[in-house]
């Protein structure tokens, strides 16, 4: 697969001179090359050495629900437990607490053998549980909280497997240790009528050191309490700890099984008693570790595989003010952006290596999948939940997150306004944001505002029909009406007439606007999804009259995939059309723009814009977080760069002089894409950037949004300046 720099090599299939729209002044910038943009993909990102200043991230990784799902299938203690070299052949039973098995299994990862096991052993671990307080009845002191203790069998088995040091079967005892009842107690005592067991119980010794039946034999008064036990409290099903503590010595028999008209068929197991001496302390915290935390640590503590990088991560900040069940979903995406890859093959080609370099430096706006929660307490809200979130991977590695809100499962068509309303939905229509609304409110009455309102819309929606106005006009009235027609219109091709955009409704179409390209290279032609239509829509609210008027006259197609033409540049048409030289597919590139037809600038659009779809999001909620929720979805990125290069060619001499002015000299790497070839993709992704991120982009790259913020805002020659400046970032 190519890379995208390779992309920079010089353009030979660029359908030269056919751009003779006097309004593209300089229109000849984009005669000599076509402007080809690869999909935001994370695999055709050019290796680059460390960002000097932050970066946008266009890129992406994707982190789906099964990625997270992997990370979530062993718990934080099972992953050190497998790191320390042991595998976990299984825990039994499940129906203990999680902070329970927690115990038992940090317990068993601070005791583990140094050395490879060669004999099965089975020890018995006794670990003091920090006592969960109970709630004090009203008005009365807490009752003292009793030192709860958990017992569990610890099976250590060697391996045939190489690099392991042997496999660890856990049981969790569920009786609780009691020591003796007062009536076995009473066996001390001496004197007393020695108590006689019943006949007939099946009995199965384990564990016990040398020869079972002449330790048992030998131990009678041990076996007599166990009996006495089994007989009187012993449950019809049990499975039990008993200590014995005889003289100077303690023992523990660990004893399962069932009990039928008071004979019992049961295991028993020997421990020689345990040391409390060598109780290993639980460490602190150990309940609070979630399965993401593992990697977490471990890009803590380790340097990252890249030799050119060979960093850690650093702290991260904010993951406190997320809901506990989507803490360990964001980190695993934390994780899968900062660790480096590089020995990762390109998933189109196994043969091929395609390493992955971590993110550094940047900030990710994310849409990461929530795990459902476990079936029992699995409910509509809280089940195939994607939330949105900012990650800011900061130059000395630590990382900011920032909580921007939750996708619409529902696929719900009305755009929420409401910052307070967490739910974000991307198919939206409101006339409250397009860019003009809010200066178009003119007039002191309702009717003055509706008037001007009106007058505007004449020019922003010239294709836009409403009901005339009567005394109850008003303007929620005027956006409710215009809003239903986005909603229902902004699907469809002709929908763009209102911009003087011409949409291909088909393929044909397409093809009729492309046809100065060789006909090898059209191949699969298609319509835009109305999904895509309604994405331009968004795109183009967030654009100015004045910017919009560069638009004028251009057409956009949609073709399935790029084919570049390799033939000579100054091929006959005819050997075009009978297509004797070769093409080449390229799959990662995501738009272009060329002269079409009339000469009027040609945006394709291809399958790869789609490719961060549901990984990425493009905005956010303002400075501070106290901003108005703003999102859209990423693909809005890649229409609004393609746009970007248009307004490039539509700018004044005078204009173009300013913008290089601006950039000259400096290293303005504010996406992967920009510091590839700055010379011809700096202003259309700065451009896309002031209206998708108009925050980053303002917070990061000041004069670049001072200077878009101009650009915006100028008035066509013979209008009156306005005087009325933008609102600050945020709040728009
Ligand atoms: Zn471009």
Redesign the pocket.
């Known amino acids: 697969m190519k890379r995208a720099v390779s992309l920079q090599s010089p353009e030979s299939a660029a359908p030269a001179g056919r751009l003779y729209d006097s309004r593209f002044k300089t229109g000849i910038d984009l005669i000599s090359q076509v402007?080809?943009?690869p999909a935001r993909q994370a695999i055709s990102k050019p290796l680059l050495f460390r960002q000097p200043a932050e970066q946008y991230d266009t890129a992406g990784v994707p982190v789906t629900e099964a990625k997270i799902r992997e990370s979530a299938s062993a718990s934080y203690w099972e992953k050190k437990i497998k790191d320390a070299g042991f595998s976990i052949n299984g825990i039994e039973p499940r129906v203990f607490p999680e902070r329970e098995i927690n115990a038992a299994l940090a317990t068993i990862f601070y005791s583990l053998p140094t050395s490879r096991i060669t004999q099965e052993t089975t020890t018995l671990l006794t670990i003091p549980l920090e006592p969960q307080v109970g709630k004090a009845p009203h008005g009365k002191k807490a009752p003292k909280a009793e030192k709860e203790v958990l017992n569990c069998e610890v099976v250590f088995q060697p391996t045939v497997t190489p690099n392991q040091k042997g496999v660890i079967t856990l049981r969790l005892v569920m009786g609780v240790a009691t020591g003796l009842s007062q009536s076995s107690s009473t066996f001390t005592e001496p004197g007393r009528k020695e108590y006689i067991p019943r006949q007939g119980h099946h009995v199965t010794l384990h564990g016990f050191p040398g020869d079972a039946s002449k330790y048992w034999d030998e131990h009678h008064e041990e076996q007599v309490r166990i009996f006495h036990w089994v007989e009187n409290e012993a449950p019809a099903k049990f499975d039990q700890l008993l200590t014995i503590k005889l003289h100077d010595r303690t023992t523990a028999y660990h004893l399962t099984g069932t009990k039928s008209n008071g004979i019992a068929t049961m295991d028993v197991s020997y421990f020689a008693a345990p040391d409390p001496e060598h109780v290993p302390k639980l460490p602190k915290g150990y309940d609070s570790h979630d399965f993401s935390d593992k990697e977490i640590e471990d890009l803590q503590s380790t340097p990252d595989p890249d030799p050119s990088l060979a960093d850690k991560l650093g702290k991260i900040s904010g993951i406190d003010k997320l809901a506990p069940e989507e803490r360990a979903s964001i980190k695993v995406v934390i994780w899968q952006y900062f660790k480096s890859n590089p020995d990762a093959v390109d998933p189109k080609d196994p043969s091929k290596k395609k390493p992955k370099k971590g993110t550094r430096n940047k900030e990710v706006d994310a849409i990461v999948p929530i795990l459902n929660p476990p079936s029992g307490m699995a409910t509509k809200a809280n089940t195939n939940r994607s939330v949105l979130v900012t990650l800011r991977f900061k130059p000395n590695n630590d990382v900011d997150v920032e909580w921007i809100g939750e996708l619409n499962k529902e696929g719900n068509l009305e755009r929420t306004d409401n910052q307070l309303n967490k739910t974000v939905s991307f198919t939206r229509g409101s006339l409250a944001r397009v860019n003009g609304f809010a200066d178009h409110l003119q007039g002191a009455t309702e009717s003055e505002k509706v008037n001007s309102l009106l007058a505007w819309l004449k020019t922003r929606y010239p294709n836009v029909t409403l009901s005339p106005v009567t005394s109850t006009t008003t303007v929620k009235s005027v956006c409710d009406e215009v809003n239903k027609q986005i909603i229902e219109h902004s699907g469809e091709p002709v929908w763009f007439g209102n911009y003087g955009i011409a949409v291909s409704e088909n393929g044909a179409e397409a093809e009729k606007q492309l046809r100065t390209i060789p006909n090898a290279c059209l191949q699969n032609l298609k319509s835009f999804e109305a999904s895509e239509l309604q994405i331009v829509e968004l795109v183009l609210e967030k654009m100015s009259d004045e910017t919009l008027s560069r638009l004028k006259g251009i057409h956009l197609t949609r073709q399935q995939v790029h084919f570049q033409w390799k033939g000579a540049i100054d091929a006959k048409d005819s050997e075009k059309k009978a297509c004797k030289r070769p093409f080449e597919e390229q799959p990662n590139l995501a738009?272009i723009?060329r002269s079409g037809k009339t000469g009027n600038l040609t945006i394709t659009i291809f399958d790869a814009a789609n490719v961060n779809l549901e990984t990425l999001f493009v905005g956010g909620r303002g400075a501070g977080g106290t901003g108005k929720l703003d999102v859209e979805p990423a693909p809005a990125q890649i229409f609004a760069?393609?746009l970007?290069?248009v307004v490039f060619a539509s700018l004044e001499k005078e204009e173009k002089d300013k913008f290089a002015a601006l950039v000259k000299g400096k290293k303005m790497p504010i996406t992967w894409?920009a510091e590839s070839?700055p010379q011809?993709?700096l202003f259309?992704?700065a451009f896309a950037l002031y209206y998708s991120d108009p925050q980053w982009l303002h917070a990061k790259w000041g004069a670049l949004y001072d200077f878009f913020d101009k650009l915006d805002k100028k008035m066509p020659p013979g209008k009156p300046a306005k005087t009325k400046p933008r609102p600050a970032p945020g709040k728009r």
């Open positions: 402007l080809r943009d738009g723009t760069h393609e970007g290069h894409y070839d011809k993709e259309p992704e």
